[in-house]
């Protein structure tokens, strides 16, 4: 059975170009988002990695810690990331997991149990390692999302989920669709209209059950 929202996600102890991880240590009081890509030196994902670290206050203002994840090796991760500096034209400081025996990939479900490398592994190998998981301070699954390996991801679309995500749990609210930091957000159908204004003031009530307030700045 794969990883579900809010399930614990798996503690492992891995080597990264930084070296050991333990992964739910590392997390520690913090936000986390782990990123996997199929193999170092690759085109759409260098283009990603440097996404990420061009975001890199961005993480910091929302107490979120990112870390890649690729099937190579520390050595190969490490010669990988000059070419994502280079690429990007900013540092990328944050830490890429060497899962060259595929045992976090297989602990967070993007391959079977029995996913082998062969020696001269390509990216086909391990395709399905394009996954984005954001974890919350309680080790646990807030969000899930994959892509194919054409597509690169959307960090500001992973950006505003974390959004989202913090502001729904630090305020009790629901976000509607395309919601962005300052707009209204919903009120969960548990919450009564009385209830709803005395908490957040007052409430548009567009149906019955779709209510929008407006939270503090």
Known sequence: MGLRINDTVPDF????????????????????????????????CTTEFGAVALLADEWARRKTKVIGISVDGTEEHKRWKADIEAAAKTK????????KGLAVSKAFDMLPAE????????????????SVFIIGPDKK?????????NVG???AEVLRALDGLQTAGANGVAMPANWEVGQDVIVPLAVSDADAEKKYGKVNKVL????????PD
């Open 13 to 44: 102890t891995a080597e990264s170009d930084q070296g050991e991880i333990r992964f739910h240590e590392w997390i520690g009081d913090n936000w986390a988002i782990l990123f996997s890509h199929p193999k170092d030196f690759t085109p759409v």
């Open 92 to 99: 990328a400081g944050f830490p890429i997991i060497a899962d």
């Open 115 to 130: 996913a082998y490398l062969p020696e001269n592994p390509t990216p086909n190998d391990s395709q399905t390692v394009r």
């Open 141 to 149: 699954l807030k969000l899930s999302m994959t892509y194919p390996m």
């Open 153 to 155: 991801r959307n960090f």
């Open 208 to 215: 019955p059950y779709l209510r929008y307030v407006k939270l």
